[in-house]
């Protein structure tokens, strides 16, 4: 450990469950390469207010912001994240130390009773999510469902299901695997196009060589590669809570391959971009499929989006 860190590294993170997993992994990766640390949980805004639709709360990092202060006023050392709560942009004076190698990617539908639903096209039934990036693309393949907003965190949102009259609720995959709540009855949704970073872990730190080199270990060179590519079209977009702006970069035998997308609202109009490069020329590849995509009709799904005077941050749903 460098000399002038302290004896044990404070690992600021938020209550839930799924936010104590993710730092616990931290921890004990750390403590896996000889260095002590300690747990320190912090309330958010965003786990505060259940009531009010993601969208609708115009905070940048409804998720971050508490531990933000408390790096910056060195109440904790570092922070873990969920790395799709994360604005694009971090506050000046702190940085990414870290990206864990990716959990699993993929939105999860949890259903109640069965799912006939899905293979009637024409059919109604009633959805819950509070991610209008979720609410797009489901609208775009089932125009007729109805859409519910649920908050709070996966224990919360699977309670609330089985107590509301819905038909299913969506889910980030990895989310609920890591926790081991995965129900049954639950199928992965491989059509839909997730959010940037989804199922990735960031770890951020203040501006502190010691503590980035204590964390460069943890850090997966694949992971950070293609969730930078992910947000640099996110940011390009300039994308956030009221946007539904999708994106995937995955690593396979020296190659990326991206698919992005951007839909209206309603799900009615859809803009896709895919891109196949190799690696050592992926630096640019967020940002220059974010301006093909603008081009080819993207732009106008954007402005159309700002035109209705819904809020964005910079930060995609909480999923």
């Known amino acids: 450990m460098p000399t002038n860190m302290p004896m044990t590294v404070r690992i600021g993170t938020r209550e839930s469950q799924l936010a104590l997993w993710q730092a616990t992994l931290v921890k004990e990766l750390l403590e896996k390469e000889g260095v002590a640390a300690v747990l320190v949980p912090i309330k958010s805004e965003g786990d505060i207010d259940l009531k009010t639709p993601l969208y609708e709360m115009g905070v940048q990092g409804v998720f971050t912001r508490s531990l933000d202060i408390a790096l910056l006023n060195n109440a904790i050392d570092i922070a873990v994240h969920s790395m799709k709560d994360v604005p694009t942009q971090l506050p000046q004076g702190i940085e990414a130390a870290a990206v864990l190698k990716r959990g699993p990617v993929h939105d999860l539908l949890v259903y109640k009773n069965s799912t006939d639903f899905l293979s009637q096209r024409d059919g109604i039934a009633r959805i819950a999510t509070s991610s209008i990036r979720r609410k797009a693309q489901w609208l775009h393949r089932y125009p007729n469902h109805q859409l519910e907003n649920l908050r709070g965190n996966v224990n919360t949102r699977l309670r609330k299901l089985g107590e509301e009259s819905w038909d299913a609720a969506i889910f980030a995959q990895a989310g609920l695997e890591r926790i081991h709540l995965r129900p049954a009855n639950s199928l992965v949704l491989d059509w839909m196009l997730p959010a940037p970073a989804q199922g990735a872990i960031l770890v951020v730190s203040r501006d502190e060589e010691a503590v980035l080199e ?30 539904p702006i999708s994106a995937l970069a995955e690593v396979e035998d020296g190659d990326v391959y991206f698919s992005g997308q951007i839909l209206s609202l309603d799900g009615k109009q859809k803009v896709e971009i895919e891109k ?25 799904i954007a402005d159309s989006i700002r035109a209705t005077g819904t809020k964005g941050t910079m930060t995609p749903a909480k999923d």
């Open 214 to 243: 204590i964390c460069r270990p943890l850090n997966d060179a694949d992971t950070a590669l293609c969730t930078r590519i992910e947000r640099d079209f996110l940011r390009t977009l300039l994308g956030g809570c009221s946007t």
């Open 276 to 300: 196949i490069v190799p690696v050592d020329h992926a630096d640019h590849l967020g940002r220059l499929a974010a301006e093909e995509l603008l081009g080819k009709g993207g732009r106008t």
